[in-house]
């Protein structure tokens, strides 16, 4: 079949299954595995929006394959594709390294085939992504379904090596390199799908293959799903790549905007017709104001929500704003990032900043209101915290734990800040300023620091209290504690404490022999990573926690395969429609407007 485009999802590190990563506990907190597999949803909306206008768009998760299958041969794959455009996402920077590798490939095998990236990585780096020779065009902004159409419309046309009416858009000509205004920052989100959930389920059946666009390893028997509920922020934290400042900086975003309410309960209407898995909203909804939140809760409690809804929570709630989670829907649970049990550290960097008793007081209020699940997140590495800080948060836990009656319902969890400063947040831009001192500043470096085998050594930064190995040591030395205290408190089984304690003394003792083999020539250091390779592979993942800490127990976890088939027939059957209407002109791919900053309209 020949496609319109291809999305590649790449591995962080291209060839991750040949070389010895110790990556530790980087991943440990979220779905992925450490090559990060899970692809931003932003894909998913770019497939969605462009086949609307009858373009074939498929999404390849090429790190999900690769982890699937060690055999797994991924220039053939991409030897054998046929299409008219491919796109990479870089969005999150730990595929610094794996993006850059797969458009190397493509060129390779297509050398006359457009490649373009796109996200918010891409938007940051891309004065030095368009010197790649293997890279044509980078996509800036946070918002690129309809300036990639813009893009396969002029590359279809007579006048195709003229690119410059495409806002956003980074490209070259002649060795020459151009960087168009980003002009396009749509005030607006309702005309997209965020995530796409009909168009992954359609593709499936359309192009008739389930592993490419699988969003990651093991998607199938624990398929989370997630709703992106904004764009832009009304916080500034100063480690985020998502702050109001980082917005603005990368994207031109000065302000929030608000998925609608009404869309929200659509998407989330679908996802419960495939599966009973736990829908996350995506950032604060609290940021949408008051009458935004009632508006979405009222319209949850109309629709008599099967699946639970897990909520993150930027700054303090109080007792109403749980009364109204319990009121809404049948189960729910929330999310907060702590980072820190020191008030001043919370206040300077912008997260959660109340004090330690108003944090104490809203868990209260969640579990006095029906809140099924609480996690809490604690962090390594952020500004002014020292060793003893990072250990105090330990010592929190136990407060929580002691003034929220040994609630079972609240979990606890501490992961190290890293790999990467985030790209854009004040504290990448203006490291001094708050507390950081960055190893890290072109995107060679980072390229280079995601091969390094140790994840001490991959870490972008150190602190104003804390040197790279400081940081490691608190990581694990409160992981370690962390472990006991939800021993002790039978919050975990013997078996998974043990465990956990395994992986981490092994992790420290793993570090150790990784620094002795700094010393030795070249050939002789790869000689003995290669005999601990197979080893390391073993504590690389959940080194600090359980395997199945962060899971939401739920009856009925697994994809239904049935409704998902039904979802399928019914958009294939949209999809033919569609396609005549396509032929008949009755949808022109063209007629795509565009309204940039200063409110002029742009039709292309």
């Known amino acids: 079949m020949l496609y319109d485009l291809v999305l590649l999802h790449p591995p962080t590190v291209y060839d991750f299954r040949k070389e010895m990563l110790f990556t530790g506990p980087i991943s440990d907190v979220v779905p992925s595995s450490p090559v990060f ?81 796109g996200g918010l990585s891409s938007t940051y780096f891309h004065k030095e992504l368009i010197e790649y020779p293997c890279i044509d065009f980078v996509v800036r902004g946070d918002t690129t379904e309809k300036l990639i159409l813009m893009l396969l419309n002029k590359l279809e046309s007579k006048d195709a090596t003229e690119f410059s009416e495409i806002p956003n858009l980074t490209w070259k000509r002649n060795n020459q390199y151009f960087y168009n205004e980003i002009t396009y920052v749509p005030d607006s989100l309702d005309e997209f799908n965020l995530p796409g959930y009909r ?34 922020c009304n916080y500034n934290c ?6 109001r400042d980082a917005y603005e900086l990368n994207c031109n975003r000065k302000k929030l905007v608000m998925r609608s309410p009404k869309r929200m309960l659509e998407d989330i209407a679908l996802i ?35 699946n639970e809804i897990v909520f993150e929570l930027f700054i303090y709630a109080d007792e109403k ?7 809404s829907m049948p189960k729910y649970s929330i999310e907060l990032t702590l980072e820190s049990a020191d008030e001043d550290i919370r206040k300077y960097n912008g997260k959660l900043p109340c004090t330690n008793a108003k944090v104490i007081e809203m868990l209260q209020f969640a579990l006095k209101h029906g809140c099924a699940k609480i996690d809490l997140f604690f962090m390594t590495g952020i500004p002014n915290q020292t060793y003893e800080s990072a250990m105090r948060n330990v010592d929190f836990c136990e407060i929580i734990h002691k003034e929220c009656d040994g609630n079972s319902r609240i979990s606890y969890f501490v992961a190290p800040l890293s790999p990467f400063l985030d790209p854009g947040s004040p504290a990448f831009e203006n490291p001094e ?71 981490i ?11 002795e ?20 592979e073993h504590i690389n993942r959940h080194s600090i926690c359980g395997e199945n800490e962060l899971k939401w127990e739920v009856k009925k976890l697994f994809a239904n395969f049935p409704s998902l088939t039904y979802i399928g027939l019914e958009l294939l059957i949209k999809d033919v429609i569609k396609d005549i209407k396509c032929k008949r002109g009755i949808i022109d791919r063209n007629q795509v407007m565009v309204a940039d900053t200063s409110g002029h309209q742009r039709q292309k």
């Open 37 to 117: 597999e899970m692809y931003p949803i932003g894909l998913t909306s770019i497939g969605d929006y462009l086949e609307r206008f009858g373009l074939k768009v498929k999404i390849i998760n090429i790190a999900n394959r690769m982890l699937l299958n060690q055999n797994f041969d991924v220039e053939k794959k991409i030897r054998k594709i046929k299409t008219k455009a491919f796109g990479i996402d870089l969005h999150w920077l730990p595929h610094a390294h794996g993006s850059v590798e797969l458009a190397k490939i493509i060129k390779k095998y297509h050398p006359e085939t457009p490649v373009m990236f």
């Open 199 to 232: 168009y992954i389920i359609g593709s499936v059946f359309k192009y008739f293959n389930l592993l490419d666009a699988l969003p990651y390893n093991g998607w199938l028997q624990y398929p989370n799903t997630a709703i992106l509920t904004s764009k832009g």
């Open 238 to 243: 100063l480690i985020c790549g998502g702050s």
């Open 272 to 306: 419960q017709r495939f599966t009973r898995a736990p829908i996350f909203l995506l950032n604060d909804i609290r940021q949408g104001g008051k009458e935004y939140v009632d508006e979405f809760l009222d319209g949850l409690a109309k629709m008599k929500i099967k």
């Open 321 to 327: 704003f749980f009364e109204k989670l319990n009121r």
């Open 433 to 503: 300023k708050y507390g950081y001192k960055k190893f890290c500043h072109k995107l060679e470096d980072f390229r280079e620091a995601m091969r390094q085998p140790s994840w001490k050594n991959m870490l972008s930064y150190e602190t104003n209290s804390m040197t790279r190995e400081e940081i490691v040591q608190a990581t694990y030395d409160s992981a370690l504690r962390l472990n006991e205290f939800k021993y002790n408190h039978q919050i975990i089984t013997k078996d998974v404490h043990d465990e956990v304690q395994l992986k």
């Open 505 to 515: 003394e092994k992790s420290v003792e793993f570090l150790a022999r990784l620094d």
């Open 517 to 536: 083999l700094e010393s030795l020539s070249p050939d002789k250091k790869q000689e003995e990573l290669s005999k601990i390779k197979y080893e390391v």
